[in-house]
């Protein structure tokens, strides 16, 4: 393979560990619904070797890379180690000048709307899912500092769950800061091939985060981006050590919360069913920690089918690719409501708003349960 700079060089390392074993056929949710060897990760990883080694790629090449949802669902799968969402980032990225004018206009005005308070807000809170619902509880000065991430549109769509955390943390003892909604994490950048305007709000928030011991997640989508800050740099990069403290530091807030005694908040008599994101289940590897932490809680979330599936949001997807994304919805849903459940509780921001458009179920973080 001709290599052209370092990203190249990772790209090559990681399609050398595919063994084209085949087993990610299974997990992919666009190969379940497509049927195309082209939209499965085995499948991608060929157009991605291909256009690396110069090859002329087409905008068909694209549009199979585009159909890949990020779920990292093969990464749980593959027992070869292949860091596929890194190689797909690169790929993108290698073959975006192959996009007609269109799309990278909708795709620049979709990421400035989405990351740029100012202008999202003035919307935003027109679908706005949930409001504050409870008193702020005044935090101990002595309280163990810790830093929440704010998130960019958590804060405007759903802001009771960024409440619920900051009045938990305060009654297990701790000072919550929370970063300002300019400070987005970059997953939506880094996602949609704006790599350098991703890595300038990278090295902005290492910059302003990495003397924290302690850095929260209650969005899982956010979190798997802070945790994978220390693989964007190369050893010799100054930005390298302190990404790999920021990274190193960031802990989703079931991880947090793991140990702690929760014995302190009140439960309700309610039927839930939990829908893992993809971001935690495959992103962060926590897969059954937030059902375990429920169940500690006297909840008895149902067993829900294909839970290894994801429900079609995945940051952007929805928007850009609206037919597979609704068609995952629908068989996600179908899913999580076979049990007749009163409420069905998430981790991610984007599921939430995403599944609460197809149900009259009530949809909520599951942060939500302990901070009524």
């Given at each position: 393979m001709q290599t052209l700079d370092i990203h190249n060089l990772k790209a090559n390392d990681i399609i050398r560990k595919c063994v084209h074993c085949g087993f990610c056929l299974a997990t992919c949710p666009t190969y379940q619904l497509l049927g195309n060897e082209l939209d499965s990760p085995r499948g991608r990883i060929y157009l991605i070797k291909s256009a690396l080694e110069n090859n002329e790629s087409s905008a068909d090449s694209l549009q199979h890379l585009d159909r890949c949802l990020t779920?990292?669902?093969?990464?749980?799968?593959?027992?070869?180690?292949?860091?596929?969402?890194?190689?797909?980032?690169?790929?993108?990225?290698?073959?975006?000048?192959?996009?007609?004018?269109?799309?990278?206009?909708?795709?620049?005005?979709?990421?400035k709307f989405l990351t740029t308070p100012v202008l999202f807000n003035m919307v935003g809170f027109l679908f706005r899912h949930s409001s504050i619902q409870?008193?702020?509880?005044?935090?101990?000065?002595?309280?163990?500092?810790?830093?929440?991430?704010?998130?960019?549109?958590?804060?405007?769509?759903?802001?009771?769950?960024?409440?619920?955390?900051?009045n938990i943390l305060t009654k297990l003892?701790?000072?919550?800061?929370?970063?300002?909604q300019k400070q987005c994490c970059g997953a939506i950048d880094q996602h949609l091939s704006a790599n350098d305007e991703a890595l300038q709000k990278i090295k902005k928030n290492i910059d302003a985060w990495h003397s924290f011991e302690v850095i929260i997640s209650s969005t899982s989508g956010c979190g798997v981006m802070v945790k994978d800050y220390g693989s964007l740099f190369d050893k010799d990069d100054v930005y390298y050590q302190k990404a790999q403290t920021v990274s190193q530091n960031t802990c989703?807030?079931?991880?947090?919360?793991?140990?702690?005694?929760?014995?302190?908040?009140?439960?309700?008599?309610?039927?839930?069913?939990?829908?893992?994101?993809?971001?935690?289940?495959?992103?962060?590897?926590?897969?059954?920690?937030?059902?375990?932490?429920?169940?500690?809680?006297?909840?008895?979330?149902?067993?829900?089918?294909?839970?290894?599936l994801c429900c079609g949001s995945a940051g952007t997807?929805?928007?850009?690719?609206?037919?597979?994304?609704?068609?995952?919805?629908?068989?996600?849903?179908?899913n999580l409501q076979a049990s007749s459940p009163e409420m069905i509780v998430t981790a991610n921001i984007g599921c939430l708003m995403h599944l609460q458009k197809g149900t009259k179920i009530p949809v909520k973080h599951w942060i939500e349960l302990l901070g009524n």
């Open positions: 779920c990292r669902a093969c990464e749980t799968t593959c027992p070869s180690g292949v860091e596929y969402g890194h190689l797909l980032d690169i790929g993108r990225a290698a073959i975006e000048d192959k996009r007609a004018l269109w799309q990278k206009t909708f795709r620049f005005a979709v990421r409870t008193p702020v509880i005044k935090p101990k000065i002595s309280g163990k500092k810790v830093l929440l991430l704010g998130g960019c549109v958590q804060p405007t769509l759903a802001p009771n769950i960024n409440h619920s955390v900051k003892g701790y000072k919550v800061e929370e970063t300002p989703d807030i079931a991880q947090f919360l793991a140990d702690k005694d929760l014995s302190i908040f009140k439960t309700f008599n309610q039927t839930i069913t939990y829908h893992s994101p993809c971001t935690m289940q495959h992103g962060q590897q926590l897969g059954g920690l937030v059902e375990s932490i429920l169940k500690r809680l006297g909840y008895e979330p149902s067993t829900v089918a294909d839970a290894h997807y929805s928007i850009f690719q609206p037919k597979l994304s609704q068609q995952l919805k629908i068989n996600k849903l179908k």
